[in-house]
């Protein structure tokens, strides 16, 4: 399924909605400059939400990783939201539930911060 993504603004976070399948295909650059287009705008918390991602390769999770260490060495984070179960068995597989913080939704990460 092919990726597409919409992204939304806030006072608390700069917010990326992704639906499809994250496999770092042509689409993963025009992501990263989202995330770099965010940082020029100062912004400190980035949220992905993946309720309406299914699939994620090893691309897709490199492309986090990227997005993360962007977001981070400026002093920001990159947070999850609403992944499906599937999803969730594959960031506690490749450990990356300790390296991200995810929540249940994008309401859940909006009441905490």
């Not at 025009?30 to 691309?59: G, H, M, Q």
């Not at 390296?99 to 911060?113: A, L």
């Amino acid at each position: 399924m092919k990726l597409t993504y919409r992204s939304a603004q806030d006072e608390k976070a700069h917010y990326l909605y992704i639906q499809g399948d994250l496999i770092g295909d042509e689409v993963g650059p025009k992501l990263v400059e989202v995330v770099s287009d965010a940082i020029e705008e100062d912004t400190k918390n980035f949220v992905i939400d993946l309720s309406e991602v299914r699939y994620i390769s090893s691309s897709g999770i490199g492309l986090l990783i990227t997005m993360l260490t962007k977001m981070r060495n400026v002093g920001g984070e990159v947070y999850l939201t609403s992944p499906s179960d599937h999803v969730k068995k594959l960031l506690i597989i490749t450990k990356l539930n300790n390296i991200f913080t995810v929540f249940d939704s994008v309401e859940e990460f909006q009441k905490k911060n």
